[in-house]
């Protein structure tokens, strides 16, 4: 049973930090592409960051870069996200994905987390 597993979420004020992180288990982890998406309150969910298998390969909405990074750990079977300089337009549940056979996540991975809470006080 493939399982991804979010941590690290909570509430944290503007300017602040958090780093989340997406255990996973039941799959052969460093075969997968991993990304980290976010659905905010009425909105759709959408891409924030991805990591190819190797970890050589990696992209972020355009708009968060040098916020956020993606570094993964295969002998940990975990990926990250590191969010720098959050602002309350980052509240959101952020979301870790799976895919294999892509370099980049798309919007219909293989597998989803059930998400973690970020929000983030003005």
């Known amino acids: 049973q493939v399982q991804l597993e979010e941590s690290g979420g909570g509430l944290v004020q503007a300017g602040g930090s958090l780093r989340l992180s997406c255990l996973a288990s039941?799959?052969?982890?460093?075969?997968?592409?991993m990304g980290w998406f976010r659905q905010a309150p009425g909105q759709e969910r959408e891409f924030v960051a991805a990591?190819?298998?190797?970890?050589?390969?990696?992209y972020n909405l355009d708009s968060l870069k040098g916020r956020f990074t993606m570094p993964r750990d295969n002998a940990k079977n975990t990926v990250y996200l590191q969010m720098n300089s959050l602002k309350p337009e980052d509240t959101a549940v952020y979301y870790c994905?799976?895919?294999?056979?892509?370099?980049?996540?798309?919007?219909?991975?293989?597998?989803w987390g059930q998400g973690t809470q970020v929000t983030v006080s003005s």
């Open positions: 039941g799959l052969p982890f460093s075969s997968y592409a």
């Open positions: 994905a799976a895919q294999k056979h892509v370099v980049v996540v798309s919007t219909t991975p293989d597998y």
């Open positions: 990591i190819s298998w190797s970890g050589h390969s990696t």
